[in-house]
């Protein structure tokens, strides 16, 4: 990852690149959307040819879109989590309650 576009997605609040693992995964993703791009030019349009230093916007765009999309699935991994723990926990609740009627 470029990095002016690191130090600017920082600036915004962002932390997520701080993992290698995940610049790593993010750059690879961003290396697929422009090869996908460019093969996808026809004719006069071939001049619209992207490269990774091509367009610090198309980065901006791409590395924000990808953070939003993690967070959002790990919102929702979180979410459903929270959910199954709840449950989990009325269950606990009536063996809890169980107990202590049979004990008293």
């Known amino acids: 990852m ?3 576009l ?3 997605l920082k600036k915004s609040g962002s932390n997520l ?3 290698e693992w ?3 995964v993010a ?3 961003f290396d697929d959307f422009i090869r996908i791009f460019n093969e996808s030019l ?3 349009e071939k001049k619209l040819h992207l490269t990774r230093e091509c367009d610090f916007r198309f980065g901006l765009l791409y590395y924000g879109a990808f953070e939003h999309a993690i967070n959002m699935i ?3 991994v979180l979410d459903d989590t929270t959910t199954d723990i709840e449950f989990l926990l009325g269950e ?3 063996v809890t309650a169980t107990i202590k009627k049979k004990k008293d």
Do not use: R
Request: aromatic share 4%; no cysteine.
């Open 17 to 19: 690149y701080d993992k």
């Open 2 to 4: 470029d990095k002016e």
């Open 92 to 94: 606990l609740n009536k």
């Open 6 to 8: 690191k130090e600017k």
């Open 74 to 76: 790990l919102h929702q």
């Open 42 to 44: 026809q004719g006069s």
């Open 22 to 24: 995940i610049e790593k």
């Open 27 to 29: 750059d690879e993703g």
